[in-house]
């Protein structure tokens, strides 16, 4: 899915509305802990850690899609910034980065629900310990799932984008599987000249994480301080109405 996406994934998120929100809430916890050295995992197309290395932080950015990671690095050059981008999946990100440590990784952009089993997720969140040493900072973003789970919430806000005479138009939807598990699937309709539309599905399997099994795990994974917040504006979390679930943790 994300292979085949990555020329569009830009053009579906509305960074310069979501790094406004986002980026005040990541800097100020990076600049309490004093961290400089960041790895974006499952950084897509690089955007996150661009802007963070803009910032003046010294960033890192790893993913397991080839076609997002060579968007990566074109986002990267194209700004003129210093970003290394690695193709690497969650549970190879010590091995690829070496022993070179960080002070904070971030998972964002509801990547961990991509793991499909409990011994993926624990693989991966015992990858992130490995890459800090005590007193670093995980920061995860996933979509409120307890919610999601609860109300059977089956559909987001469709996103649209322009550019010259070319139109796109994105709409996301879930398929509620008998396994437990969630079906993504992502509609892109995109027409040039006022012309017909064409239709293009893509889809990925998701594991609807919620909070307390999340939060159990991170803690068993070796991390402690963990808050929650429903959004990365830093309010309180609220399992029935917060857009996502946001966690904040400390290696211990």
């Known amino acids: 899915m994300y292979d085949e996406l990555s020329e569009d994934y830009d053009r579906f998120v509305n960074w310069h509305n979501r790094l406004a929100i986002e980026l005040p809430f990541i800097i100020k916890h990076l600049q309490q802990l004093h961290a400089r050295t960041i790895l974006d995992a499952a950084t897509g197309t690089g955007i996150h850690a661009i802007a963070l290395a ?48 960080f002070q904070a990784v971030l998972c964002l952009g509801n990547s961990l629900p991509h793991l499909l089993s409990q011994a993926g997720l624990d693989a991966a969140l015992q990858d992130f310990a490995a890459c800090l040493e005590h007193g670093d900072m995980l920061l995860v973003q996933n979509r409120n799932f307890d919610a999601i789970m609860s109300q059977q919430e089956r559909w987001m806000e469709p996103q649209s984008h322009s550019e010259g005479d070319t139109e796109w138009i994105f709409q996301r939807f879930y398929d509620f599987d008998p396994d437990g ?18 239709q293009n599905v893509t889809s990925s399997r998701l594991r609807p994480l919620l909070q307390d099994e999340l939060v159990s795990s991170i803690s068993l994974a070796g991390f402690s301080d963990i808050q929650s917040f429903g959004n990365m504006s830093g309010d309180p979390f609220d399992p029935q109405t917060s857009g996502n679930l946001v966690i904040l943790a400390i290696k211990s």
Not at 68 to 91: C, I, K, L, Q, T
Not at 181 to 198: E, H, I, Y
């Open 54 to 101: 803009q910032r003046g932080f010294e960033a890192a950015g790893a993913d397991f899609s080839v076609g997002m990671v060579e968007r990566a690095r074109r986002n990267a050059a194209s700004v003129g910034v210093e970003v290394r981008f690695e193709v690497a999946p969650f549970g190879t990100l010590a091995e690829t980065f070496g022993a070179h440590k």
């Open 181 to 198: 598990l969630l079906t993504f699937n992502l509609v892109t309709l995109k027409r040039a000249r006022q012309g017909g539309w064409s």
